[in-house]
């Protein structure tokens, strides 16, 4: 069942833009519900530094994420999961947004 909660999280970050991809990780790497096991300050600064090349608005303004729905109903989905499906995500997330920047 943990599996399946991954998955579906995994195929709604495939599905996302690569503006919401790192708002999603600057949200999770700045939570301290997450409890990520990785490096969440050098993850944050990449999302951080990425998502002020692709969005002008984040660069220039201060940026309220929950008027970012997906984001938000993401973010929910990664709360109900246990540690190490957190982690799965967050790991995934974060090897895509290289990939892409």
Known sequence: M????VENVINIIKDMDIKNKLRLGIC???SDWAN????????Y???D???????EEYRTTLINF???????????KIMEMEELERN?????LFNSVNHKV
Do not use: P, R
């Open 88 to 92: 799965k995500v967050v790991l995934y």
């Open 49 to 55: 530094t990425s998502l002020k090349e692709v969005d």
């Open 28 to 30: 999770l790497t700045t």
């Open 66 to 76: 929950t008027k970012y729905k997906l984001v938000m109903f993401t973010m929910a």
């Open 2 to 5: 943990g599996e399946d909660k």
């Open 36 to 43: 990520i096991l990785y490096n969440k300050a050098e993850m």
């Open 45 to 47: 600064e990449k999302f």
